[in-house]
């Protein structure tokens, strides 16, 4: 089946030296690379990212209710031996 396309000219000129070099038709190359890019499409899977959400339901651990603050949390979080001096 013949058909037209349009590419721009360095790319053109690019895939003629190519296909000299490689001792083949244009025709040929562009069907080779259609044939590449169209399996490549076929084979790749789409990379999905899992629901890591925490639904734990129960809210901050009582040694850090509401009243306690952030002052509390912060202290706990960088006291000696996790993350502190």
Known sequence: MKT???LSTPLLEEAKAA?????????ALVEE???VVLDRKRSSKRFRLRDGSFKGGRGLHPDFA????????????YDEGRGGE
């Open 33 to 35: 690379g259609l044939r």
């Open 66 to 77: 509401a009243r306690a603050g952030w002052t509390k949390l912060r202290e706990a979080a």
């Open 19 to 27: 296909a000299a070099r490689e001792k083949t038709t244009l025709r």
């Open 4 to 6: 037209t396309l349009e």
